[in-house]
Structures are given as C-alpha cells and as structure tokens.
C-alpha cells in the first residue's frame, strides 16, 4: 500500500523572515516549529492513507456481499434441482424403470430359459442406473456452499498481500483442475 513517496517525510518549504521594522530583530524560525510542522504533515499523510485502507476495505466487504449473496442463490437453486432429482428418480424407478426391467426380463427369459442369468442381468442394470443417478445427485449437492465467500474473507482478514496472491494461484489451478476431471 506505501509507495515510495508516502514513506519518505515530505520536503520542507523554505522560510522567510518576518520583518516587522527598523530596530527590530527579524524573528528566526526554531528548529521545534519546524519539527511540529513535519509532524503535522506526516499524521495528515497517516490519517489519508488510513482512510484509503478503509475505503478498501469496504469495497471488499461489498465484493465478499455481492459473492455471498450469488452463491446463496445458486445453492437455492441447486437444491430445488436436487429435491426434483430426487421425486424423479423415485417416480423414475417405479413408473418408466420398473416397465424397462419387466420387457427386458420377459425378453431375456425367453432367450436363455434361466431365471438366474435373466434376475442378475435385471439387478446390475438396476445398479447402474442407481449408480448413475447418485453421481448426478452427489455432483448436483457438491454446488451448495459457500466456499468462495469464506474464501474471499480469509483474504481479507488473515493474510498478507503475498500470501493472497499466492493463495489466488493456487485457487486458480485448483479449478481448472476440477473443471478438467468433470
């Protein structure tokens, strides 16, 4: 946040004496005076640098807001898309799947004359399409969160300019790792 002007003390100005007539000693500028003034100076620079980290920080919260407030909204979606996922899967099984089953049964009855082969081949179907459906489900719940608010916040409260640019990386490549494996 300091630029290099903002650490150095600014440059004094130079004095000129106040001639107050003919008799009188021109009055000389102490060195305290012009210690309060650099004092003076440095706490005004002080006092606008800390209202800028302010200001900065405000503008964060409002972004760490905005975050929160669109990741509420997608978890409320993903979970009124995972309750419908769930009343489709159960009407599914038993209305569309259970036909499936029942004409693929009769067919492979027919075919082999074995109720063995015909009832294994029926329940690994039946645990595909389970399978399929929780990983539909499991990837649809893993959307509920809000892992890049609290994100956001660690950044902002409990690291260092470095370590954020750091921990920024590391998130960005962890992304694109999970986008590359879905």
């Given at each position: 946040?300091?630029?290099?002007?903002?650490?150095?003390?600014?440059a004094?100005?130079?004095?000129?004496?106040?001639?107050t007539?003919?008799?009188q000693?021109?009055?000389?500028?102490?060195?305290q005076?012009?210690?309060?003034e650099?004092?003076?100076?440095?706490?005004?620079?002080?006092?606008?640098?800390?209202?800028?980290?302010?200001?900065?920080?405000?503008?964060?919260?409002?972004?760490?807001?905005?975050?929160?407030?669109?990741?509420?909204?997608?978890?409320g979606?993903?979970?009124?898309?995972?309750?419908?996922?769930?009343?489709?899967?159960?009407?599914?099984?038993?209305l569309?799947?259970?036909?499936?089953?029942?004409?693929?049964?009769?067919?492979?009855?027919?075919?082999?004359?074995?109720?063995?082969?015909?009832?294994?081949t029926?329940?690994?179907?039946?645990?595909?399409?389970?399978?399929?459906?929780?990983?539909?489900?499991s990837?649809?719940?893993?959307?509920?969160?809000?892992?890049?608010?609290?994100q956001?916040?660690?950044?902002l409260?409990?690291?260092?300019?470095?370590?954020?640019?750091?921990?920024?990386?590391?998130?960005?490549?962890?992304?694109?790792?999970?986008?590359?494996?879905?």
């Open positions: 946040m300091h630029s290099r002007e903002s650490s150095t003390a600014p004094q100005k130079p004095t000129q004496p106040i001639y007539g003919p008799g000693a021109a009055p000389t500028q102490s060195p005076n012009s210690t309060v650099q004092a003076i100076e440095q706490l005004s620079l002080i006092a606008a640098l800390g209202h800028s980290v302010k200001q900065n920080y405000i503008n964060q919260l409002m972004l760490v807001e905005k975050i929160a407030s669109a990741e509420w909204q997608l978890s979606r993903s979970l009124i898309i995972a309750a419908a996922l769930v009343v489709c899967f159960g009407a599914g099984i038993i569309f799947w259970g036909s499936i089953l029942l004409v693929l049964g009769y067919l492979l009855f027919q075919l082999s004359n074995s109720v063995l082969i015909t009832a294994s029926l329940v690994i179907l039946q645990f595909i399409l389970l399978f399929w459906c929780w990983r539909s489900l990837y649809v719940l893993s959307q509920v969160g809000f892992s890049n608010t609290w956001q916040l660690r950044l409260f409990f690291t260092t300019p470095q370590e954020q640019e750091t921990q920024h990386a590391h998130s960005t490549l962890t992304e694109k790792a999970a986008g590359n494996t879905r």
